[in-house]
């Protein structure tokens, strides 16, 4: 099972985008203890240093449905801002959302165009005589690369793909973004009033509270049955 993910502060001031880094962080460590496996696809770096507008997460695992129910939706953070002091507002919003249509984002080595030339600048007689260099071009999105790292075509080759994958990649990312920032607003307005997790203070692990209610229902299921049992 692969989940898209995007952590993101919206178009929420510095304060949000600092807290994107900090639950970044928690995030990554409860998926790693979970089994998760994960690769950061795309991130939007903030105003300031070690701040982040938003980050977009490729999750692997077999299940994810318990791990994301604690996550989807909106966390909110309670402080008072390190970047304005004298600011009134204490509590901070941010958003963990599934994006949706990770299928679009499909890459087939078939879908490549290659085609080789010669190596452009200075380099010697084998860069500029022998058709080392490629272009790479993906026919479903016109996406295409130039390369000529190498004096191999091979690894030329090899490299173009790379690059181009990730090219056609991140315009995927680029497209589910611009359409969770379209809605960003309207669902902040539902969600701002139920964040799924609060923080307070700079220590997120030791000041975190589960908005949830999961534990306490398996708990009573149990309890039930025990009883139910008993009067059997």
Not at 28 to 51: F, M, P, Q, V, W
Request: proline share 1%; with cysteine.
């Amino acid at each position: 099972m692969d989940k898209l993910i995007q952590i993101t502060s919206g178009r929420g001031p510095l304060e949000c985008q600092w807290v994107v880094a900090k639950v970044l962080k928690i995030f990554l460590e409860e998926a790693k203890n979970s089994n998760i496996d994960y690769e950061i696809i795309h991130r939007e770096n903030g105003d300031e240093n070690l701040t982040l507008k938003s980050v977009t997460l490729l999750l692997k695992a077999k299940e994810l449905t318990d791990f994301l129910e604690s996550w989807l939706g909106s966390i909110c953070w309670t402080g008072k801002s390190t970047f304005r002091k004298l600011h009134k507002r204490s509590n901070w919003f941010i958003g963990v959302f599934e994006l949706e249509g990770l299928e679009k984002i499909s890459f087939n080595d078939k879908d490549i165009q290659f085609q080789t030339t010669r190596s452009q600048g200075s380099g010697g007689q084998n860069v500029n005589k022998v058709n080392t260099a490629v272009c790479a071009t993906h026919i479903p999105t016109g996406q295409s690369v130039f390369v000529q790292d190498s004096r191999s075509q091979l690894e030329n080759k090899k490299l173009s793909i790379a690059r181009l994958k990730e090219k056609v990649l991140e315009q995927n990312i680029i497209q589910l973004q611009k359409r969770m920032q379209e809605t960003w607003n309207n669902h902040l307005q539902v969600q701002r009033g139920n964040p799924v997790r609060t923080f307070s203070g700079t220590d997120f692990k030791k000041n975190y509270q589960e908005k949830s209610f999961k534990k306490q229902r398996n708990q009573l299921k149990k309890e039930l049955k025990t009883y139910k049992n008993d009067l059997n």
